[in-house]
């Protein structure tokens, strides 16, 4: 059980977008739906998934201390929360989530990320995780550390809003020798109207792979989701959908392949494409063999009169009707952010894999009690997938 609250609570942390600060709390409410060009068995337990889960992160700025809150809902019930509270100076940082109950974790901000991966190790020497979970769970452990600390951070409220970032995928382009090239827009391209910039590249081989890889990792790192991937229980058509599939799909591909990124007067993206070459010689599927390539188009709504904010995107297939995927942030004033727990207060910043085992073994009861309440909430899916793990 120690080993899945742990997972389930990266992965959560992982997923957090990062928020601005304001002296009023700032709430982003992101929810998910299932598009229409995937089919298979797989589907019905992605849809329930998608359909129930929604998440809300707050950011607020009180006194001298930056604080950040993420909840999970589920069906509309609250089935996990964690906020996190850090001084001005850096020297004070704190972190409380439902699983452990009503204590605070303390650390400086510079021994978050030390402190997560010590938890990795201590599962790593108590033979809980070991070969690629335990690369997978220090991956996530350091990842978790960033976001989490950028939710506590004053930053740009210009930051595009929305619940699937691009940033990864743009960075693994930025060392590389790719062509590049900048066209001026004049905001009406019948491709992505609104745009005024239109950033391209051309992808090589090793570009294009390092593209895939990093959205599989992201894949793999949603529970059911990645399981239905795992086993192909995801199709387009007939043609079902596998991580050796795609790889070996993105691999044979030969032609030129380009990335394009529009950009509003605001420098935020408002359309990602990746055009492909023909695969109608390596895929049979009729349905399938159309597509050429991938698109996240992203439409913003901005209240004219308060500091709403709103967003759709949408995963697309180029060439195929429908969408594989839809996220949808809502951005507005949000409830305030309760202080820490302030009864049991641990400093975790320079606890050893034995001192950090024993506190969760002295707070075994309330997370495997909390673990068990937030599986009771979460959709049927999460509930059996587990059990099938465990059991």
Not at 331 to 337: A, C, F, L, S
Request: glycine share 8%; proline share 4%; with cysteine.
């Amino acid at each position: 059980m120690m080993k899945r609250w742990l997972c389930l609570l990266l992965i959560l942390m992982l997923l957090l977008p990062a928020g601005a600060l304001a002296d009023a709390p700032v709430s982003w409410l992101y929810s998910f739906s299932a598009g229409d060009v995937l089919s298979g068995e797989g589907m019905d337990g992605v849809r329930e998934l998608l359909d129930a889960v929604q998440f809300e992160v707050t950011a607020q700025k009180k006194d001298s201390e930056s604080m950040g809150q993420a909840i999970l809902f589920s069906e509309g019930n609250t089935a996990f929360s964690i906020r996190a509270a850090a001084s001005e100076d850096g020297d004070r940082f704190g972190l409380a989530c439902s699983l452990t109950g009503e204590c605070t974790l303390m650390c400086r901000q510079d021994q978050l990320e030390g402190f997560l991966l010590t938890i990795v190790r201590m599962l790593n020497e108590k033979g809980i995780l070991k070969d690629e979970s335990l690369d997978q769970a220090s991956h996530l452990a350091r990842r978790a550390g960033e976001i989490v600390l950028k939710i506590t951070e004053d930053l740009d409220l210009t930051d595009p809003e929305v619940g699937l970032s691009l940033t990864p995928y743009l960075d693994r382009l930025g060392g590389v020798t790719s062509a590049h090239s900048e066209t001026v827009l004049d905001g009406h391209d019948p491709e992505c109207p609104g745009a005024v910039l239109r950033r391209s590249w051309l992808l090589s081989e090793e570009d294009l792979n390092g593209l895939v890889d990093t959205g599989l990792t992201k894949l793999n790192g949603l529970p059911v989701i990645s399981d239905a991937l795992r086993d192909g229980r995801l199709m387009i058509g007939t043609q079902r959908l596998t991580e050796p599939f795609i790889r070996t799909l993105f691999a044979s591909m030969h032609g030129e392949t380009t990335l394009d990124i529009y950009l509003d007067p605001d420098d935020m993206i408002l359309l990602a494409r990746l055009n492909s070459p023909d695969i109608s010689g390596i895929v049979t599927d009729p349905i399938f063999s159309r597509s050429r390539g991938m698109e996240i188009r992203i439409d913003r709504q901005q209240s004219p009169s308060g500091p709403e904010r709103e967003s759709l995107t949408s995963l697309r297939l180029i060439g195929l009707e429908g969408s594989l995927l839809s996220i949808r942030m809502q951005k507005g004033i949000g409830n305030e952010i309760e202080e820490l727990p302030d009864r049991k207060v641990y400093q975790v910043g320079e606890m050893t894999t034995d001192e950090v085992w024993n506190l969760f073994t002295q707070l075994g009861l309330t997370i495997a009690k909390n673990a068990v309440n937030m599986i009771l909430y979460l959709p049927r899916i999460v509930f059996d997938t587990l059990v099938g793990k465990l059991f």
